[in-house]
């Protein structure tokens, strides 16, 4: 089990990675940024999980129960926000692009000049 | 360079970076052995210092209170962002929204998609509102609340009331409300210096705990002010895109 869920970070990286470099449409390649950025969430939460480990709500589990960190699950919630958010922007990056030139092909908006 | 150049290119720095990810990743810890002692620390002390059973949302909204601000500023910005990229540009007008391929006659909303659209937006609000306002007790908070409460203005939409939609969330209305979600919230930092104390200091009563929905001070009230802005945010990054199918140069 050790190295497994960071074997999965790394596949989920480079999976969106290649994505991103052979897409041929902008919104194609804002979704696989999505994915590149999702490999965080999966490396952040497989950092912090202890073994056995119940979730940090001690609502219906007595206090000082052994729990999984906290932080990092705060850290992951901050990650979503923040995609969000510039997911949102790209999109309408890709908005204005399309509107301007009348393609969403990378190659093709590469020859031309703002 | 060509596309099969530039496939190579990729390969060759794709394996480099695999090779000193698998590099890095063997020198981490094992998978459920995380040695961080902050977390631990905060586990140990958060409940009884903040009266909040949910620790995650006690980190959020008090520990890292001030990161908390920074990112819900970072929401705001986009939707700001987003509504200046959208502008409506010189030689645009609004026209009636028709549908681009003429030739293609589109099927109108099914009913039963219209029915359950509609009747999901009372219990998608209901449910929203909840994880708003209990990110102290359970496994939720103002960013998650927030998010499913716009999602129930959202399904209006989606059960074909386009108009209805625009009519329910006008866009001064959704500003003001989404203006107030991240004022509150810096606000009720603002008023501890008022008070003399930190910044983001917890200074309302902390209630009983576990789970009481008036515990935590003001854990709970940031908590309910970052919902406001994360669902008015989402609205208005929702409408400025659906304005955008209105929107055609003249």
């Not at chain 1, 979503?80 to 997911?87: G, I, M, R, S």
Request: charged letters at 10%; a negative charge.
């Amino acid at each position: 089990m050790g190295i497994f869920p960071f074997l999965v970070v790394a596949w989920i990286m480079v999976a969106g990675l290649y994505g991103i470099v052979t897409s041929r449409d902008l919104i194609h390649q804002i979704v696989c940024l999505i994915v590149v950025q999702s490999s965080t969430y999966v490396l952040l939460l497989g950092v912090g999980y202890i073994t056995g480990g119940a979730a940090p709500y001690f609502w219906d589990i007595p206090l000082h129960t052994k729990a999984v960190d906290p932080v990092v699950q705060a850290l992951a919630l901050t990650d979503v926000v923040v995609e969000a958010a510039v997911t949102a922007l790209l999109l309408s990056f890709a908005i204005q692009a399309h509107k301007r030139f009348g393609t969403l092909d990378p190659h093709e908006l590469a020859e031309f000049k703002g | 360079m060509t596309a099969r150049q530039r496939g190579w290119f990729f390969a060759v720095a794709a394996a480099g970076l695999v090779a000193c990810l698998l590099w890095a990743f063997t020198g981490l810890p094992g998978f459920g052995h995380y040695p961080g002692p902050y977390g631990q620390v905060i586990l140990g002390q958060a409940v009884q210092q903040t009266h909040a059973t949910g620790v995650v949302s006690a980190i959020n909204f008090e520990y890292r209170g001030f990161d908390t601000v920074g990112e819900e500023f970072i929401l705001f910005t986009a939707a700001a962002g987003m509504s200046v990229v959208l502008r409506m540009m010189r030689g645009e007008r609004e026209r009636q929204p028709a549908d681009e391929a003429e030739s293609r006659t589109a099927a109108p909303t099914s009913s039963s998609i219209r029915v359950v659209a509609l009747l999901l937006v009372g219990p998608t609000a209901l449910i929203g509102w909840w994880f708003a306002s209990h990110a102290q007790t359970s496994p939720s908070g103002g960013f998650q609340g927030g998010v499913i409460l716009a999602s129930a203005f959202i399904l209006v939409y989606l059960s074909g009331e386009f108009l209805t939609f625009r009519r329910l969330s006008p866009v001064a209305l959704v500003d003001a409300v989404e203006a107030l979600g991240a004022g509150g919230f810096a606000g009720i930092g603002v008023a501890a210096l008022v008070m003399n104390l930190p910044y983001l200091y917890n200074y309302l009563p902390l209630g009983q705990f576990p789970g009481a929905v008036s515990s935590s001070g003001t854990i709970a009230l940031i908590s309910f002010f970052v919902g406001l802005e994360v669902a008015a945010a989402f609205v208005l990054i929702v409408s400025e895109l659906l304005e955008q199918t209105l929107l055609r140069s003249a």
